[in-house]
């Protein structure tokens, strides 16, 4: 309800760039609400998009979609309803979905649901920080439903993003070039399993990459000329194989458990998938012991950390790397300093439980530090004065965690450089 009374005043009770824009160029066409009764009845389509967290042995906690559902059910007007699952869920749920549906309108209406409404899926592949662009000009628009005329009701609806003929927003111009959007219609398993595959996918070439950058540090290769010299062949593309950390996120951690998990329910051992989660695991680790191995001892020593985000241009701090290394660093007996451009707020309020040191500036983190570690890739970190910095650290040893600064500057400033890849 707050959140829901936070939109109906304008705010965006989270940071994504040009959302509050967006709302704002919209208004006349929005309405927030938290009653079903005003929102169900009279609707054309759906959808429901709401959390599907991590729950146990990695499958999703579906308590969320299975409330919306029922809420959804006992409202149904007297108009065909398509109901669109927009969160991600297992496989199969689409079905799920369904009968929830139907026995709560049965229920309500002592009448057979027939016709009265149909479920799609319409899987998201937005990432965060760049979520208006990636909706307004997908590569691709999934819909999965079992029947043609719900599919139809969706392709009319994202026709003028299909076609590209709405009006561009002055603040995300369309990208030049772009012609029309392929639409990918499917049946509800397929277009359940395509997100699924597709940030599993995404996931393990990250941490592909990882693992040849554990490689290339051995061998004396540079992980950056690696990644290009791979990425620019077209079967590989350059995306995505930008070595470090490793992921977070809401998603990637998430959707790879649910992809083992849903695996294992049929008897089979998603081995690739649960492999880049190992890797993904231990970048983490990595950070701690490259330490250890430079400072010898951390009880006692202060590290830094920039960055809490589990990526640039969100406050987002779901799986974030930053807050495992901090809980490893911690454990360690080290004192933690963090910072981050925009997800100090919610770190505050999200993480209270970590004993960590709050700074309002990337300089102050790095002050009197025995390192520090860079840990989310916010462009600002590139242009600080390192050169200054370093004259008021304890020890000048950098971590660089996401392969962002310029090594070769940072060693002859004096700097000691640590890596996760070559
Ligand atoms: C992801 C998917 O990209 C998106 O399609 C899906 O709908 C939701 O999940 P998101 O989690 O918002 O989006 O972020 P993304 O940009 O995919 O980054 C995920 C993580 O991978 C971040 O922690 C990022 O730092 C890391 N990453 C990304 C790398 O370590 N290397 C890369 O080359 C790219």
């Given at each position: ?144 439903a079992d029947q043609q005329r719900t599919s139809e009701v ?152 920039l960055g809490l985000a589990f990526k640039p241009h969100t ?108």
């Open positions: 309800e707050r959140k829901v009374q936070a939109l109906v005043d304008g705010k965006i009770p989270f940071y994504e760039p040009y959302m509050e824009e967006l709302v704002a160029d919209a208004r006349e066409n929005l309405k927030f609400t938290t009653s079903y009764a005003e929102a169900i009845p009279g609707a054309h389509v759906v959808f429901i998009a709401v959390g599907t967290p991590p729950g146990k042995n990695g499958s999703p906690d579906l308590r969320y979609l299975e409330a919306a559902a029922r809420g959804i059910g006992e409202h149904i007007g007297d108009q065909f309803l398509v109901v669109v699952n927009k969160s991600t869920v297992p496989i199969g749920s689409g079905n799920w979905v369904g009968a929830l549906v139907r026995e709560a309108y049965e229920k309500k209406n002592g009448k057979k649901a027939n016709g009265a409404f149909a479920v799609a899926s319409n899987p998201e592949f937005l990432r965060e920080g760049s979520a208006i662009l990636d909706s307004l000009y997908p590569d691709r628009v999934v819909i999965g969706l392709y009319s609806l994202y026709r003028p993003i299909l076609d590209q003929t709405f009006k561009a927003p002055s603040y995300m111009p369309r990208p030049e070039g772009l012609g029309a959007v392929p639409l990918i219609s499917a049946d509800l398993a397929s277009a359940e399993l395509i997100k699924y595959a597709a940030n599993a996918f995404l996931a393990l070439k990250i941490s592909y990459i990882n693992e040849i950058g554990q490689l290339a540090e051995k061998v004396g290769a540079d992980i950056g000329q690696v990644a290009k010299g791979i990425g620019l062949d077209a079967r590989i593309g350059t995306r995505f194989l930008q070595a470090g950390i490793g992921w977070g996120g809401s998603c990637f951690g998430k959707d790879t458990a649910a992809l083992v998990a849903t695996a294992s329910e049929y008897g089979l051992d998603a081995q690739i998938v649960k492999a880049a989660r190992e890797v993904n695991a231990h970048q983490r680790d990595r950070v701690v012991e490259k330490l250890l191995g430079e400072l010898k001892i951390l009880k006692g020593r202060t590290i830094g950390l406050d987002d701090l779901r799986e974030a790397p930053a807050l495992d290394i901090a809980r490893q660093l911690l454990d360690r007996g080290a004192r933690v300093k963090v910072h981050d451009p925009v997800a100090m707020e919610r770190f505050q309020k999200e993480n209270a439980g970590l004993d960590v040191t709050c700074v309002a500036t990337a300089e102050e983190v790095a002050a009197d530090a025995d390192a520090v570690v860079l840990v989310t890739e916010w462009p600002e970190y590139r242009e600080l004065h390192w050169d200054k910095i370093k004259a008021t650290m304890h020890n000048p040893v950098i971590l660089d965690g996401r392969n962002l600064l310029n090594r070769t500057a940072l060693t002859r400033a004096g700097f000691k450089v640590l890596g996760l890849a070559g």
